[in-house]
Nanobody, 122 residues
Framework: QVQVVESGGGLVQAGGSLRLSCAASGSIFSMKAMGWYRQVTGKQREPVARITSDGSTNCADFVKGRFTVSRDNAENTVYLQMNSLKPEDTAVYYC????????????????WGQGTQVTVSS
């Protein structure tokens, strides 16, 4: 019912930039948060950045000053602007959308995209 689709990945040289997009579609009437994880081959998936419904953002220490997370006015699309890319940023980047189920109980569900590959060459 809810679809999450990332785009914008690709191959870039060190020092370059990419902008990832994540669009959520379907029966979405409200949203708790959207964000990004990444997974380097052989390592666990790690959080990268997050933006909540009120617009507050969080970024992991390893991307602060280089990456920026933002959303559009409809609050169903999130972007990850990645600048000053390093080879160690090479990973599959996954978008997630947290959707509330019940306001009073605080229950929610996390929906994941399929991931988009980012490769940074030396």
């Amino acid at each position: 019912q809810v679809q999450v689709v990332e785009s914008g990945g690709g191959l870039v040289q060190a020092g370059g930039s990419l902008r990832l997009s994540c669009a959520a579609s379907g029966s979405i009437f409200s949203m708790k948060a959207m964000g990004w994880y990444r997974q380097v081959t052989g390592k666990q998936r790690e959080p990268v950045a997050r933006i909540t419904s009120d617009g507050s953002t969080n970024c992991a220490d390893f991307v602060k000053g280089r990456f920026t997370v933002s959303r559009d006015n409809a609050e169903n699309t999130v972007y990850l602007q990645m600048n000053s890319l390093k080879p160690e940023d090479t990973a599959v980047y996954y978008c997630y959308v947290d959707l509330p189920i019940d306001r009073l109980s605080g229950s929610w569900t996390r929906n994941w995209g399929q991931g988009t590959q980012v490769t940074v060459s030396s």
